[in-house]
């Protein structure tokens, strides 16, 4: 079998997005130490509002087992950069939140319900602007597009042989049918298809281009680390195995650039002095 169907969501007052159906049979870990799953016979769907409470569990637990940079510069810019993509990419009035993560690895991640993570270790390979965002653009793109949610929805479905199952919210709390289980291990949300990075770069780029900054700095920022992982082989791991990128990706997303008018690509920014002075922050932090 390859398909779930969705129950429609109920009326929680989310506007209802156009559901692709999820592949079944990729197996991915999954998930929260503190993120209690419930098994329903019934199953559901898993509504914004039922996102929202686990992405902000599971966030409240990240921020507690990782060191995040404090710094109020730091802070304030990250969340500016990022707010200014999720205002107009945003259709369900999420309340984003952006982090940096003092480590030097280079990673980012996202956390649904608009939770996104960004290493002190990534920002300091970007040389400009666009380059962060392109990288913020696409963590959105991964809440906005639910691929989360969905890998949730699948492998619980794999895993219990259950039609779909719930998280447990005071929403579904009521419909609740089967036994409370908790499923193990830290990491969570920990590989998305080649599908899902994809759609969430598509997405990322036509945030970009909402928000009036550069699309290229998300092929440019691939091509940094594409190039330090050439002449630093292992340096990237934990970044590339976790975010699938061959040359085939950077040049997928130089072909979408491709259809954008180049008057439209010449008025956009690509970097300022506040970025300048957000990433000296970092460095110095
Ligand atoms: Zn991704």
């Known amino acids: 079998m390859t398909r779930i169907a969705f129950k429609p969501s109920r009326g929680d007052g989310t506007p209802r997005r156009a559901r ?24 559901c769907a898993v509504s914004t509002q039922q996102e929202v409470e686990l992405g902000q569990n599971y966030s409240a637990e990240i921020n507690k087992q990782l060191k995040l940079m404090n710094d109020p510069e730091i802070v304030r810019y990250i ?3 990022g707010d200014s993509l999720t205002r107009l990419a945003d259709d369900r009035s999420l309340n984003w939140t952006f982090y940096v993560v003092d480590s030097k690895e280079v990673n980012a991640f996202a956390v649904p319900g608009g939770f996104i993570y960004v290493n002190r270790g990534l920002i300091e390979r970007t040389t400009r602007m666009s380059q962060l965002a392109g990288v913020l653009a696409h963590e959105i793109g991964h809440v906005t597009m639910r691929h989360s949610v969905k890998q949730m929805q699948t492998a619980q479905r794999a895993n219990a042989g259950l039609t ?41 780029i036509s945030f970009l281009v909402s928000a009036r900054i550069d699309p290229r700095g998300i092929p440019e920022m691939f091509r940094i ?61």
């Open 20 to 43: 692709t159906p999820v592949r079944a049979g990729t197996r991915h870990r999954l998930f929260a130490s503190t993120a209690v799953f419930v098994l329903l016979a019934s199953g």
């Open 79 to 81: 969340n500016l950069l």
């Open 164 to 204: 779909l199952a719930c998280i447990l919210t005071s929403v579904c709390e009521s419909q609740v049918a089967g036994a409370a289980v908790q499923l193990g291990g830290g990491a969570l949300f920990a590989k998305f298809s080649r599908d899902d990075e994809a759609e969430a770069d598509r997405a990322g």
């Open 225 to 285: 680390l594409l190039n330090e992982r050439a002449s630093r082989p292992g340096g990237l791991d934990s970044w590339f195995s976790t975010h699938p990128l061959e040359e085939d990706r950077v040049k997928a997303t130089e072909a979408e650039i491709a259809r954008i008018p180049a008057a439209q690509l010449r008025g956009m920014s690509n970097d300022s002095e506040r970025f300048q002075q957000f990433k000296r922050r970092v460095a110095s932090s």
